[in-house]
């Protein structure tokens, strides 16, 4: 079975661009999550879709990110525009269902650098 | 605020003794709990989920969930030099499938 990919595993920006990340999750899986891992530290859910709706986008930084999933399997997040603070690892992961049970998948993340 | 906190290390054993991992958590509504494995520019890897209290064994992996305590433990027996890697505990509440994350703890098994 294949795990969550994603795309590009790395990517250098200089703030104030643009920068998109793609994912697609374990096939039927509902519910795909983005965190954000910055080094030293544990991942920090950005957002959560459902199907195609969003769950919970609490954390999201809605001025300068915004996350797609538009048919209910593969998402976009993108960050316009950048900031230093925005360096980190991005995270895809995904579930069969969004229940509190259901145990999370990672793909191998993008390696953000915003110089 | 939902708070995960792990003692960040770095936690040394030696090859074939027992490495003990910690984890305790605030939010008492929490009910799932997970243990994923890390290594050095890599992508959290799931090793053990609980869910009730008590323990709950894979191979060499132990997981011990206790409520009451808001505890949360991850037992390695016979560490390899293999199992050196960051561990990271989250937790998750019923119906929502959110995970917080504690920081990791650096263990470092010694040939």
């Known amino acids: 079975e294949a795990g969550v990919a994603q795309s590009p595993r790395y990517k250098i920006i200089e703030k104030r661009q643009s920068v998109a990340f793609w994912c697609n999750p374990i096939s039927g899986h509902a519910t795909l999550y983005w965190y954000q891992q910055i080094l030293g530290q544990g991942p920090k859910l950005l957002i959560q879709?459902?199907?195609?709706?969003?769950?919970?986008d609490s954390q999201l930084p809605k001025d300068r990110f915004s996350a797609e999933r538009l048919k209910g399997v593969d998402s976009t997040l993108k960050i316009q525009p950048a900031k230093l603070e925005d360096s980190a690892v991005y995270l895809c992961?995904?579930?069969?269902?969004?229940?509190?049970?259901?145990?999370?998948?990672f793909g191998p993340g993008t390696r953000l650098t915003v110089l | 605020q939902k708070e995960v906190e792990q003692n960040s290390g770095p936690l040394s054993v030696p090859e074939g003794a027992i490495a003990s991992l910690n984890c305790t958590y605030s939010?008492?509504?929490?009910?799932?709990f997970f243990w994923y494995r890390q290594y050095s520019g890599k992508s959290p890897e799931l090793i053990m989920s609980?869910?009730?209290?008590g323990d709950k064994e894979d191979g060499r992996f132990t997981a011990q969930l206790n409520k009451a305590s808001q505890y949360v433990s991850l037992l390695i027996r016979d560490s390899q030099p293999s199992d050196s890697a960051t561990y990271l505990c989250a937790v998750s509440q019923t119906g929502a499938n959110n995970l917080f994350f504690g920081t990791g703890t650096r263990l470092t098994v010694i040939p």
């Open positions: 992961a995904s579930s069969l269902s969004a229940g509190g049970l259901s145990e999370q998948f």
């Open positions: 609980i869910y009730s209290n």
């Open positions: 939010d008492r509504g929490s009910q799932s």
């Open positions: 879709f459902q199907n195609n709706g969003v769950v919970d």
